[in-house]
């Protein structure tokens, strides 16, 4: 493992272009827990609303009954609030340079890639302190959501308004996508996985075609996923401190 660290730290150290894929897992040292346990779903996935976890926070169950699906954004918006960066978010942002690209494509809603000044984050799954009108499009950004309910509505036009999150069942924003195809098409030197199971297409697809073009992968995770077979370098710690050694290994 410590010639892992080394080899890495080279990499990193040499790398002009980075991509960092990440999940819930970045901001688990900062006490943000999983979705599940933030909406207090039961072990079988069932939530008090005696509906499953998914389908609460589905677009469905948004546009049926919005007062419902509120309840369960509000608890996720809770389980965020006053959370900050963590290591794991100040070393990605410290890797910026003015000869080093650093791209993150995050699945988290909370902002702390940005907060710990990361520039390039392309946020696949929104921010929940993004509030838009679901008529107009108006948008306005929440730093809490105390005070809440009453549900918020649109200053513009008054209809409801919901944070700027990708739902159940919803796609994914468009442009977000665009700028991921445009940023894979520059190519990158060196593509890791950080913190999260990878078990949407859009978050494994990635890591298939660089390990097809021969990029180094390297995954930081305590458990095994479904790329764990193709990462070049597994560190299987948690993600602040291992990218904290990594950084220390760097110019070593
Ligand atoms: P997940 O909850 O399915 O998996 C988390 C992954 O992180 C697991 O593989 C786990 O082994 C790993 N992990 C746990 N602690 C870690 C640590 N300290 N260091 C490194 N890895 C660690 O998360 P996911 O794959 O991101 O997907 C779940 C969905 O939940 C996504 O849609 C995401 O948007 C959402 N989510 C977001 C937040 C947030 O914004 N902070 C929090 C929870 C869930
Ligand atoms: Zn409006």
Not at 131 to 144: G, H, K, L, P
Not at 183 to 204: A, C, H, I, M, N
Not at 208 to 235: D, K
Request: glycine fraction near 8%; aromatic fraction near 8%.
């Amino acid at each position: 493992m410590k010639n892992n660290f080394a080899a890495v730290g080279r990499l990193l150290e040499s790398s002009k272009r980075l991509l960092f894929i990440t999940g819930a897992g970045v901001s688990a040292e900062s006490k943000i827990p999983t979705f599940r346990g933030a909406t207090a779903a039961f072990a079988d996935g069932m939530t008090e609303d005696g509906m499953p976890f998914e389908e609460v926070l589905s677009g469905t169950t948004f546009r049926a009954n919005p007062t419902l699906a509120w309840k369960y954004l509000f608890k996720l918006e809770q389980s965020i609030r006053g959370k900050t960066p963590n290591a794991a978010h100040r070393v990605m942002a410290a890797l910026q340079s003015p000869r080093r690209h650093v791209c993150v494509a995050t699945q988290n809603i909370d902002g702390l890639h940005q907060q710990a000044g990361s520039r390039v984050v392309l946020e696949l799954h929104g921010n929940i302190r993004r509030v838009i009108c679901t008529r107009c499009q108006y948008s306005d950004y929440r730093e809490t959501f105390e005070g809440m309910p009453p549900l918020p509505r649109c200053p513009r036009c008054d209809a409801m308004a919901r944070p700027d999150v990708v739902l159940y069942e919803e796609s994914l924003p468009v442009l977000v996508l665009e700028s991921f195809v445009r940023e894979q098409e520059r190519g990158f030197d060196v593509v890791f996985s950080v913190g999260t199971t990878s078990l949407f297409p859009y978050v494994s697809q990635p890591i298939w075609s660089a390990a097809r073009r021969g990029v180094p992968v390297v995954e930081i995770n305590p458990e095994r996923t479904v790329i764990s077979s193709l990462a070049n370098y597994r560190f299987a710690g948690p993600a602040g401190e291992t990218l904290q050694q990594l950084m220390r290994e760097m110019g070593t």
